[in-house]
């Protein structure tokens, strides 16, 4: 039986890497593999999902061997935005802000980011701008954007809003053009959430939205949404999971006489648990100063039962502390055209 497992990691702008494993290694090796290929130096906003044998994607942890959380192959992971900058402006590397751009995208043709159709071409349009540069009409006509496979589906009368959007933007340069692409997103109301289906205590199929702000209940079916309730993590004492049941234990107002819970269920516990890693990682992200080593949660921990997971990585104010003391940063990386055909790299 060979000692190595052979990965392969697809890239948000469309190219996969090729990485060898050792089937005892930690799975951190083959995160450490794929920034040092790409450039990045703000790692801790993303990660690699892995898809089980029920079609359902999980994060692969860095801390355990790919082994313990896929037991067969093949070993085929995405490279994605784990945890999305509540602003661009935090970002200090131009390397970050493109990779950011190409998930964004894919959140807004898949319908996981929704907004009105004037933002969407105008969205669009930075992504052109960066693809083509400034608008000429001796030089593009009026169908270039149909070079672009990810416009397929959309009809010619959006395409022409995003041209004449396009003709707007003279003068930005590509890394201009991702800045205003996600100053605009990251407006938007489901930017960077975390979606999982649930359930309330009458059974009522809800969805739970997990950002750096807290967590959002929906109504409906995706993509079209009804938010229902909002729970700020600053109103939240504890979230705790049992089998398939997460539990949001709520800050007592003053005078209160008992402890208000909240409960939804999931279909599974496994999609229980993710749920509340989920709220695990966006909490400490974003609000912790710093992130204490794994170790058995104490009894006045926002997480302290269900489970010894713990976020590993460095939380937003460390990243924003060394990009400060460090100053912009302009790691060289390659800009992959739409137009162009992806190859495969081995590392």
């Known amino acids: 039986m060979s000692e190595v497992l052979a990965c392969q990691v697809e ?8 990485i060898d494993v050792n089937k005892r290694a930690r799975a951190e090796y083959i995160f450490s593999e794929v920034f040092r290929h790409l450039g990045l130096e703000e790692t801790d906003y993303f990660g690699l999902q892995f898809e089980d044998h029920k079609h359902v994607n999980h994060w692969l942890d ?10 067969r192959g093949p070993y085929n992971f995405l490279f994605r935005v ?5 602003d661009p402006a935090y970002l200090f590397d131009d390397a970050t802000k493109y990779f950011l751009s190409l998930q964004v995208k894919e959140d807004l043709l898949h319908q996981k980011l929704v907004c009105s159709e004037a933002t969407r071409a105008k969205l669009f349009s930075y992504l052109v701008q960066g693809e083509y540069g400034d608008y000429d009409a001796a030089e593009h006509g009026g169908t270039y954007l149909d070079e672009l496979s990810y416009l397929d589906e959309f009809p010619p009368e959006f395409k022409q809003k995003i041209l004449d959007q396009h003709k707007t933007n003279r003068g930005l340069l590509p890394a201009e053009c991702d800045k205003k692409f996600l100053e605009l997103a990251c407006r938007l109301e489901r930017y960077g959430m975390d979606v999982h289906r649930v359930t309330d205590i009458a059974s009522v199929n809800l969805w739970m939205g997990v950002t750096a702000r807290g967590l959002t209940v929906y109504f409906g079916e995706l993509p079209q949404l009804v938010a229902l309730n909002n729970f700020p993590w600053v109103r939240i004492a504890a979230v705790n999971f049992k089998n398939k049941s997460l539990m949001l234990e709520m800050v007592s107002l ?3 006489t008992h402890t208000e819970v909240v409960l939804f269920g999931c279909q599974t516990k496994a999609l229980c648990k993710d749920l509340w890693k989920s709220c695990v990682e966006h909490h400490s992200f974003f609000r912790s100063v710093n992130v204490a080593p794994a170790k058995r949660p104490s009894s006045n921990s926002l997480f302290r039962r269900g489970s010894t997971f713990r976020y590993s990585g460095r939380t937003q104010y460390r990243l924003l502390r060394d990009g400060t003391l460090g100053g912009k940063k302009k790691t060289k990386f390659e800009r992959i055209s739409s137009r162009t055909r992806i190859t495969r790299k081995t590392i």
Do not use: E, F, N
Request: glycine letters at 8%; hydrophobic letters at 35%; zero cysteines.
């Open 11 to 18: 890239i948000l702008d469309g190219s996969t890497v090729s």
């Open 62 to 71: 860095p801390l355990k061997p790919i082994r313990k959380q896929m037991k």
């Open 82 to 86: 784990k945890l999305y900058p509540v």
């Open 254 to 256: 003053p005078g209160a």
